[in-house]
Structure formats: structure tokens, C-alpha cells
């Protein structure tokens, strides 16, 4: 599968969607489904949540490091997300039960 979106094609393996990771926002997220409509791709994601409150980010004082620490669960909803707002793919490696480092690896755009 691929998406079409203001000019640039975009594969994504429509066997494997849960594997695609983009950020499209402030956090980034899982896309769940393809949910599109009138000839127009619209995705499902599920997004990983934040680290609870008064926990730190130790990568927060490495601005230029693509790397940001999250909670490992994710949203109970869906959101909503349309190709151009798709910012940027990541990869993630679980450091321990509850705590994810997520690593921006591709600039979608």
C-alpha cells in the first residue's frame, strides 16, 4: 500500500500496519488502520503516551538527539490522521516494563 499525499508517494506495508510508527503531533503513535474515504487515505493511530508527571526525560537536555522518553502504554482511543500530517517515522526499544525511548529516525517530508 501506499499513500498519496500533496505530491509524494509514501509506502506502507498493508500487512503490517501496526509496525508503522509516525508522529503526527505532539506524540508519536501506531498506525492501526487504514480507514480511508472517497479516494482519500485517513488513518486510525494509536498514540504512546507521555511519561506520568514528575517523571524527567533524561534525552530532554540533548535537543539535537532525536530521542524522547515515553510511557510504554498507549492511548485507549484512536486519533484521527490524515498523510500530511504525518511529520516523521520512529523506531522504539522498551528500557524497562513501563518506559520506552522513542528515536526519530525519518523525516517524512
Given amino acids: 500500500m501506499e499513500i498519496r499525499s500533496g505530491g509524494q508517494v509514501r509506502p506502507i506495508a498493508r500487512d503490517n500496519t501496526r509496525d508503522c510508527l509516525i ?3 505532539d506524540e508519536p503513535g501506531g498506525l492501526e488502520m487504514d480507514i480511508g474515504c472517497h479516494g482519500y487515505d485517513t488513518f486510525a493511530v494509536q498514540q504512546q503516551c507521555p511519561l506520568p508527571p514528575g517523571v524527567s526525560d ?25 498523510p500530511a500530517w504525518i511529520l516523521s517515522h520512529f523506531a522504539h526499544w522498551a528500557v524497562s516494563d513501563d518506559r520506552v525511548v522513542v528515536f526519530f529516525v525519518m523525516p517524512s517530508k
Wanted: charged share 15%; no cysteine; net charge positive.
Fill in 58 to 82: 533524561p534525552f530532554k537536555k540533548y535537543p539535537h538527539f532525536p530521542a524522547k522518553l515515553y510511557s510504554s502504554s498507549v492511548s485507549g482511543s484512536l486519533e484521527i490522521v490524515q
Fill in 23 to 25: 508522529t503526527s503531533g
